[in-house]
Structures are given as structure tokens and as C-alpha cells.
């Protein structure tokens, strides 16, 4: 038997002991799902620094930007007016044109819909009947 091996049955006896002590009965998030970090996006050696910063409360340029579209879509759903949506849209535009420069490849082909798509079907235009 090797030294890990004899490591792994030592712990994994005393986590066995701990669950029928029920100390593991009152921990938080007990019975929820959970949540993983999806890096599988990041480069390897980028990981650590961006859980660093993540843990500091930073985030990584690209959420910030995917943050930024997201918020000037739903913008765009509760604008009022025609003239708001138009500078909605616009903005919107300007977004994906400045995380298109700085990446390699342009960001409708990363993502499942195209924003163009999503965000068409979702201007009401005056005029328009509802369906």
C-alpha cells in the first residue's frame, strides 16, 4: 500500500466517523445544489489570478463587458420610447464593436444566439401590431 493510498483510507475514515457523529448535518447550503467555477474558458495560466481577483471582488475585463451588454439590453427591453431605444440600441452597438476589436474572433461566434438576434426580436417598433 502506498503512502497516499494509506493517506486517502485515513481520511476518508475520519470523514465516515464525522458523518455519523452528524457533524456535517447543520453546514450552510445543506440540500442546495452545488455551484462550480466554470474556468474552463480561462487559459491555464491565467486561473489563479483571475480567482484571485474574483475573491477580491474584481472581475475579468470580458465578464465586466458581458456584464455591460446585459445591462444595455434590458435597457433597451424597458425603454419607454422609440428615441430611447434607438440610443439603446446604439450603445448596445458600440459595446460589441469594442469587445469585437479586442478579441480574435468576433463575440456573436462565442455565443449560443447572436445578440443582433436577440436584441432585434426584442425592439418594438411604433406601429407595430402586438401578436
Known sequence: MGFLKIIDEVAEQAIRKAQER???DAL??????LVFEDDSFVPEDLRMAYKILRN?????PEIQQEKDI?????????????QTRLRQ??????????INMGR????????KEY???KVVGKVR??????D
Open 22 to 24: 452528524g457533524e456535517f
Open 28 to 33: 450552510p447550503g445543506r440540500g442546495k445544489p
Open 56 to 60: 477580491s471582488g474584481h472581475v475579468p
Open 70 to 82: 446585459q445591462r444595455a439590453v434590458d435597457l433597451l427591453e424597458a425603454a419607454p420610447d422609440e
Open 89 to 98: 440600441m446604439e450603445k448596445l452597438n458600440l459595446l460589441v464593436v469594442k
Open 104 to 111: 480574435r474572433r468576433p463575440i456573436q461566434l462565442e455565443k
Open 115 to 117: 445578440y443582433y438576434d
Open 125 to 130: 417598433v411604433s406601429g407595430q401590431e402586438n
